[in-house]
């Protein structure tokens, strides 16, 4: 047999260069990112940035947010960005003070619309104001969708309990501290319920099933849905598939692989919740999509889904541009 030696160098030069071309033609090369490194925070809360860094697989980067920015896209700069320090007429706080946050004019409006939804669907004894404690939105030197004021980071919204009074936790991204105020059940399935009311309205959103830096928060990003009102099922997104696999075995009881991988479990799970609530097929129709999160949301706020407890109302129309 007759080897040259070159070859095998050849070929993998060759696969280099294809990988390289291949970026610069715009396929998806995915940037990591150190991102809101909290170190520097002003007292209007903005948060800083923390350097860059390379697109390494091992990126030891303390918050990852940069799932879904391409690093050969190029996007225009943000240039002007609303200043808001409330959402949906809800205070925004950033470790107790009030914060100010830069927008993207069309992601604050996607923000809201979340923010509407959830509350339509939450019980009607869980009252605004909310008090929504977030670690950041805008922050240059930072390359994600935080640079372009069209990412947001969670770390938690409280609600009053017109029962009492009490101000309590409605949606508490800090995973580690799950069972410390009330049952670790309970502040997990209100989890998933917001994280899939939040997905309805943004394609990209971030958890702690997707890396360990989001123990502490969930990220929010129109990246990929840009304009769009709303959002599609893509079997593709590992993130989102987890999403849906976790909010099938906390708030539906439906116990699920959750792996991030599409399959006939997973499909089947979603195709026995959607039977509970009246449907039929998946999740890959825009009306059973929304109905799947929509009622995630529902039954994550009211101690999982009952038999007894009727579907969330499907009359309210989506909110208009
Ligand atoms: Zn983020």
Known sequence: MTYIGGKSGDREEKEHLLAGGARSAGGRAWSRRSLLGLAGAGAAGLVLGGGAMPAQADSTSPVNCAESFPTDLVVPFHGDLVSRTELWEQPTYYLGNTFTG????????????????????????????????????????????HMYGRAIDFASISMLDSNGGNRFTAFECAVDTWGTKRDFDIDRRRYWGAVAAINYRSADVLHYLYNAEHRNHVHMDNGRSGTATTTTFNSGSPVLVKTVQACLTYIWGISVTIDGIWGPQSDGGVRTALTRIGLTGTISTAANWKAFLHNSTWYGARNGYSSSIPPAPTTRPDKPL
């Open 102 to 145: 830069a927008y993207d004019a069309a992601f604050y409006h996607r923000i809201e619309y979340f923010l509407e939804d959830w509350y339509y669907l939450l019980p009607t004894h869980w009252r605004n104001p909310m008090r929504i404690n977030v670690l950041g939105v805008h922050v240059d030197k930072a390359n994600s969708w």
